[in-house]
């Protein structure tokens, strides 16, 4: 066994369906009284009854999250927040709607419920991504971590199944990358590996049942333990590809790392040295890449970064961005290399070792 640092994260999880009903005792335990609901505008409805059903705690409702937590709705946001004098944020929605209450965390010091609508996971990180000026940068800061998360599979139900195929396996992706992570350690191997099988399992349910209440909830307990995975080590080569291109070029968040995962999978294996060999046992595949690349195939996920509105012309300006300034990776980040990779995603290729 090597030597390792695990440093577990202060958060409560309570886990189960209903427990979305538990909010307004959780703002309590917070020691908190006024809570604003966040949500994206689709899901404005749902927020305002939140708030309703939160009553005297409710201080109001902001349903204008966007993807890629953009400053500017922060700002907005920041004004209400002030104006309604609230002391805690409730977070009902995917990534965008947690992120903003991340920045509000960070700008204010508000406290933070998150109840997630998707499998993206962000509501078990410290981390925030922010985009200003057309350049998305992320951070990792424990002020931004939700005090608590209230896991309700009720409220996946309604997840459009191409999302919830979306959405899982940018869950999936944090696994992955935990697990040859500079910093990894065996507690977050253990809780990766489980992460992605009941991901993994549970999507292909969804898409044959997206009412299945058993599958929602094993696929909403997957996104909290890749989720938890990419809160408590680094990340790697394909989610520096990622905030570029969304950050960048606009690209949807989810269906990115749908297209790029197998991909950037296959630039690092060789250079990971085994530790990829349980994802390609676990989806039965020859290497990681390749199963990864059939999961998402057999799941109807989009397969290029054309289909999802990236310019060709990009490609070089994206390659050098990454280039210029990349996370750690188990492999150099080399440039023409990384070109290749993203040529290669552009068109709906086959992953390999670029």
């Known amino acids: 066994m090597e030597a390792f640092v695990h440093e577990a994260l202060p958060q409560r999880v309570v886990f189960g369906t209903g427990s979305m009903q538990q909010a307004g005792r959780e703002i309590e335990r917070l020691g908190a009284s006024r809570a604003l609901v966040l949500s994206t505008p689709g899901h404005a409805a749902e927020a305002e009854a939140l708030a309703e059903a939160l009553g005297t705690a409710a201080a109001g409702v902001f349903a204008g999250a966007?993807?890629?937590?953009?400053?500017?709705?922060?700002?907005?946001?920041?004004?209400?927040?002030?104006?309604?004098?609230?002391d805690v944020v409730v977070a009902l929605g995917g990534g965008s709607t947690i992120g903003l209450g991340k920045a509000l965390a960070?700008?204010?010091?508000?406290?933070?419920?998150?109840?997630?609508?998707?499998?993206?996971?962000?509501?078990?990180?410290?981390?925030?991504?922010e985009t200003a000026e057309g350049r998305k940068t992320t951070q990792r800061d424990l002020r931004v971590l939700p005090e608590a998360i209230l896991y309700d599979p009720e409220l996946t139900l309604g997840l459009p199944p191409a999302f919830s195929v979306t959405s899982g396996l940018n869950a999936i992706a944090h696994a992955v990358e935990a697990l040859y992570a500079e910093n990894r350690n065996p507690l977050i191997r253990l809780l990766a590996l489980s992460g992605l099988e009941a991901m993994a399992n549970a999507l292909p349910r969804i898409l044959d049942d997206p009412q299945a209440r058993d599958a929602r909830s094993d696929a909403l307990y997957g996104a909290w333990a890749c989720g938890t995975c990419?809160?408590?080590?680094?990340?790697?080569?394909?989610?520096?590809?990622?905030?570029?291109?969304?950050?960048?070029?606009?690209?949807?968040?989810?269906?990115?790392?749908?297209?790029?995962?197998?991909?950037?999978?296959?630039?690092?294996?060789?250079?990971?040295?085994?530790?990829?060999?349980?994802?390609?046992?676990?989806?039965?595949?020859?290497?990681?890449?390749?199963?990864?690349?059939?999961?998402?195939?057999?799941?109807?996920?989009?397969?290029?970064?054309?289909?999802?509105?990236?310019?060709?012309?990009?490609?070089?300006?994206?390659?050098?961005?990454?280039?210029?300034?990349?996370?750690?990776?188990?492999?150099?980040?080399?440039?023409?290399?990384?070109?290749?990779?993203?040529?290669?995603?552009?068109?709906?290729?086959?992953?390999?070792?670029?």
């Not at 966007?66 to 104006?83: F, G, K, R, S």
């Open 230 to 354: 990419l809160g408590s080590v680094g990340m790697a080569l394909h989610h520096r590809i990622c905030h570029v291109l969304g950050g960048s070029f606009g690209l949807p968040h989810a269906e990115t790392h749908s297209v790029i995962l197998p991909h950037a999978v296959a630039y690092n294996e060789a250079a990971a040295n085994g530790l990829l060999a349980p994802v390609a046992e676990l989806l039965g595949a020859p290497t990681a890449a390749d199963g990864l690349h059939r999961l998402a195939t057999r799941l109807g996920a989009p397969r290029s970064l054309r289909e999802l509105g990236m310019p060709e012309s990009g490609l070089g300006d994206a390659a050098e961005e990454i280039a210029a300034s990349p996370y750690w990776n188990p492999r150099s980040v080399e440039q023409e290399a990384v070109r290749r990779l993203l040529q290669d995603a552009f068109g709906g290729q086959p992953p390999r070792a670029a």
């Open 106 to 129: 960070r700008r204010s010091g508000v406290r933070q419920i998150a109840i997630p609508t998707s499998y993206a996971g962000s509501e078990a990180t410290p981390i925030l991504g």
């Open 66 to 86: 966007v993807m890629h937590t953009p400053v500017e709705v922060t700002e907005q946001a920041l004004q209400v927040l002030t104006e309604a004098g609230a």
